[in-house]
Each structure stands twice: as structure tokens, then as C-alpha cells.
């Protein structure tokens, strides 16, 4: 693929290519054969049949023949822990030799040592440690990426974790989304009063992290071993005065009613769902929140309830599709991979996953305004693909076929 220097002042045609552009409105992944992508600035201004190409637009522009490889848009992952400290493989290696989750936790594993470790971690640690992973992603043709906090569970340690997923934004042309995730688990320190410390990350954590604008969105953990509904209900009282949107971890162990709790909330996005049922899904699409599928923790911690997504195909929930990354039950930096699992363990189509990685995730961000499918005035995120097929990109395991990515035009 022939290319040259970019300068942003000059327009730019990636031309000779054919397109799933993911479009509303467009049939199956909106394909164009013979297709063009132009770029002004930072933007789309044309993203559909080469022809249609103004020719003053093309007479201008600095020309790249794709050669007739395919171009999505860039690739994101809506659903990550990738900031955190450590690993857990040793808790991996003991599971693998028959130690129970309580005698793993008794050793001092669990979640709990993933907090440990990242309180002890200083920021420019926790800054190194993460990069990687953002890198493998990046590498993959993810131009935007979700990162939750969590593992801090105080002010202090919570701050740290978002301010270092801004940082990794700034290092690297990404875009970064940042999740505080406060109520994900109960600190030790807590001495099991969890109405208290869902007291505190509403009404101290909340508040001071969203006045720093470390915080896009708030998540939570509604299952029996985190917080109960109306626990969470509390959080995201607390996160819609302030104007901030929400998502929730639902119904992955057992079915609390997270899908509904969510939906009445107007969440962007419901993550797990193994255990949702149908009133949830009915409540989940009325609602406009995005199903979004994990399938690595289901493979890591071999989960055998498939999440409803046939439920959530019969009462129209677009369902996302993200890597889940994190140290103790998706240690996983693959959205290719991701896709692969989804279509493997839960049947989702080519389609589906496709759009799931692309157009369903930006919606569970709240950013499909900006990004996720190849149309004028979106971000120009896009990757360029070495494929005869966009099958190929759910249908390979371990293997790479990224040509090009491209991040708001750069």
C-alpha cells in the first residue's frame, strides 16, 4: 500500500479498497465494493463508492491505494480493567492443581490481592505495567478503548487508576474512555460494612474524582459477593445527579435483576448477562442499553451459562463485544480473539461480532456520535486489513492481518 508523509493541512484518499463501513441504514456490514475513504483533517468527509469521489476532492488530496484491502472502522474495546498491577497467575496455577476459590483466598488471592497490588504500585509503575496491554491492543486496530478503575477502592488509589488511563491516552493515539468502578468490591478496611463504603464512593469518591474529570462513566458490580441493587441503585443516584452516565456488571453468577436495574437507570451498557432473563432483555432494549459479551471470562473461568442471545436478538439489544481485560478472570489483550470466542462459545455471527467490536461498542461508550462506523464528519478511525474477507477477522485464532491503523486521521 503506497503511502507518504501526513500533513494534516493536506486531505487524504484511501482509495482502490473495499469498505464494511457499519453504517446505519446499510445491510449487513454496509459493504462497498470498489470503495473510498476521505479524509479532511481529522474527519470522514466521504466513506462509499470510489466513483463518488469529487474530483476536486481527489484532484487535491494525497492519494493511498489500498490495493483492494478491506477497511472497517478502527476496532473498540468497550469493556477493560487495563489498569492494574500485577497478575494473578499463581492463583491460575493453584486452580489448575485443585485449590478451591476459598483456599485461594485464604492465601491472600481474590481480588484482594489485586487491590494490594496496585496501592503498592506508584503511578509511574502502574503507568508501565499498563502500556503493554494498551500496546497489544493498538496493535490489533483498536483506536478506542475503555478503562475502569477498581482496584483501588479508596480516593486515593481510584484517582491514581484514572489518572493513569488518561495518561496512557495521552502517550499513544488512542482515545481513552475512564470508568470509575468504585463499587466493584469491598475493601478490607472495610470491616463488611458495605452500606457504608457504597456511602462513600457516592457521596466522597464520586464527587472529588468527577470535579478532577477523571470520570466518563460509573460501573458497579451487582452480584452477591459485591453489592446488592439497591446498593448499586445508590451509586448511580448519586452518578446521574451528577450528570454521569452508567453501565453495570450484571447478572454474570446469578440473576440479582442487574439487566433491569440497569435499563431503569438508562445505562449505556449491561456487561456479563450469562444469567439475564427475559424481562431484562424486554427492559434492556426498551431502555437502548447495550448487551455487552465477555466471552474470555466465561473461557477463563469456564462458565457453562451461555449468555440469552437469543433473547437479546429477539427483542432487538445490540450486543457489544470486548476482551474483558484483567488480571484475575480475563487475563486477555485480544479484541480478534474476543470476537473469535464470541462466535465460537455463544454463536454470534460474523456480523454481530463485527459490529460489536466496532458500531455496538462505541454506542455502550456513548460515543457513536463520533465513531464506530465509516460514515462523514466521524473521527477517522479505521484499520486497513490484509483479508479476503471480514470473516477472516473473527474466523483466525492467533493471528494478526492489521495492514494500517489509523487514528483521527493520523
Keep these: 500500500m503506497a503511502s507518504a508523509p501526513y500533513d494534516h493541512g493536506l486531505p487524504r484518499l484511501f482509495r482502490n479498497a473495499r469498505l464494511a463501513t457499519l453504517a446505519a441504514g446499510r445491510e449487513g456490514l454496509g459493504t462497498v465494493e470498489r470503495g473510498a475513504v476521505a479524509i479532511e483533517g481529522r474527519r470522514i468527509v466521504h466513506a462509499g463508492p470510489e466513483a463518488d469521489v469529487p474530483q476536486a476532492f481527489a484532484a487535491r488530496a494525497v492519494t493511498v491505494d489500498c490495493e483492494g484491502r478491506w477497511i472497517t ?123 457504608g463504603y457504597i456511602a462513600r464512593v457516592a457521596h466522597e469518591m464520586l464527587p472529588a474524582l468527577a470535579k478532577e474529570g477523571l470520570v466518563d462513566a460509573v460501573d458497579g458490580f451487582c452480584e452477591g459477593i459485591a453489592f446488592s441493587p439497591e446498593q448499586i441503585a445508590r451509586a448511580f443516584d448519586a452518578a446521574l445527579a451528577l450528570g454521569i452516565p452508567v453501565k453495570l456488571h450484571a447478572d454474570q453468577l446469578s440473576n440479582l435483576g442487574g439487566a433491569a436495574l440497569a435499563a431503569r437507570y438508562g445505562a449505556l451498557s449491561a456487561d456479563h448477562l450469562e444469567h439475564a432473563d427475559e424481562a431484562g432483555a424486554a427492559a434492556m432494549a426498551a431502555a437502548g442499553t447495550v448487551a455487552v459479551m465477555l466471552p474470555g471470562a466465561f ?112
Design 73 to 195: 472502522p478502527g476496532l473498540i474495546d468497550c469493556h477493560t480493567h487495563l489498569v492494574h498491577a500485577g497478575n494473578r497467575a499463581n492463583e491460575f496455577e493453584m486452580r489448575l492443581d485443585g485449590a478451591t476459590y476459598e483456599k485461594v483466598a485464604r492465601a491472600g488471592g481474590g481480588i484482594v490481592s489485586s487491590v494490594r497490588a496496585l496501592r503498592a504500585a506508584g503511578e509511574e509503575a502502574l503507568f508501565a505495567q499498563s502500556l503493554p496491554r494498551l500496546d497489544a491492543l493498538i496493535a490489533e486496530g483498536v483506536t478506542t478503548v475503555e478503562m475502569k478503575s477498581g482496584y483501588g477502592l479508596d480516593l486515593d488509589n481510584e484517582r491514581k487508576s484514572l489518572r493513569v488511563a488518561r495518561r496512557l491516552g495521552a502517550a499513544r493515539n488512542v482515545t481513552v474512555r475512564t470508568t470509575f468502578l468504585g463499587a466493584h468490591a469491598l475493601p478490607p478496611e472495610a470491616g463488611g460494612d458495605s452500606d
Design 299 to 410: 473461557y477463563f473461568i469456564r462458565e457453562t451459562k451461555v449468555p440469552p442471545v437469543e433473547l437479546f436478538r429477539r427483542h432487538g439489544v445490540p450486543m457489544a463485544v470486548a476482551t474483558d481485560c484483567n488480571p484475575g478472570t480475563a487475563p486477555l489483550t485480544s479484541l480478534l480473539l474476543a470476537m473469535n470466542m464470541a462466535a465460537t462459545l455463544f454463536r454470534m455471527t460474523v456480523a454481530e461480532c463485527l459490529a460489536g467490536a466496532t458500531r455496538e461498542a462505541a454506542r455502550a461508550l456513548g460515543v457513536l456520535a463520533e465513531t464506530g462506523t465509516l460514515e462523514p464528519g466521524k473521527w477517522a478511525d479505521l484499520a486497513v486489513w490484509d483479508i479476503e474477507s471480514p470473516a477472516e477477522l473473527v474466523y483466525r485464532m492467533g493471528f494478526n492481518p492489521l495492514h494500517a491503523r489509523i487514528w483521527r486521521g493520523q
